[in-house]
């Protein structure tokens, strides 16, 4: 096998760690969100069957475009982003990260109070969320620089 073959079958291997990386961010961010629905409800326990999908074959059929904009359609929305991301072979973001599973979480918690619950899921993702996302580039990063040096 020759170098440049390997270095793209490192690069394909980089490319879904990282991939691996920002879903699992994005999962927490979705189970975080959670809280806001009681056990109980139908919409609480599809989404956390979705996540347990994401490592497993997921079918994307099953994911319908949400129309409605209410607590549990912000959430459900997370989700079925999080899963058409995990399998898409597109490069993942953290913008696109934020924008189709961060923000559905925080606004789950705008139902809630007067926005109050929505504040503190967004300070909980920057607190906790975004710098994993910084570090999940910053490891790719650095394993790019090692590939291209050896």
């Known amino acids: ?13 980089l490319k879904h760690e990282f991939r691996s990386n920002l879903v699992d961010i994005g999962r927490r961010a979705i189970e975080h969100a959670l809280r806001f629905l009681p056990q109980s409800n139908p919409t609480r ?11 497993n074959k997921i079918d994307l059929a ?16 997370a989700s079925g982003e999080l899963l058409k991301l995990s399998v898409s072979e597109k490069w993942l973001s953290g913008e696109t990260l934020t924008a189709n599973v961060f923000t559905p979480c925080w606004d789950a918690g705008s139902f809630i109070g007067r926005g109050e619950e929505a504040r503190n899921e967004m300070k909980w993702q920057n607190e906790n969320l ?7 580039f ?4 650095n394993a790019e620089k090692n590939l291209k040096a050896a």
Do not use: D, F, H
Request: charged share 35%.
């Open 45 to 55: 326990k599809l989404v956390e069957e979705r996540l347990a999908g994401l490592s």
């Open 138 to 141: 910053k490891r790719l990063r």
């Open 62 to 77: 099953s994911v319908k475009e949400e129309t409605e904009y209410t607590q549990e359609s912000c959430i459900r929305r």
């Open 130 to 136: 975004y710098p994993q996302v910084e570090e999940a």
């Open 1 to 13: 096998m020759n170098q440049p073959l390997l270095g793209a079958q490192m690069n394909k291997q």
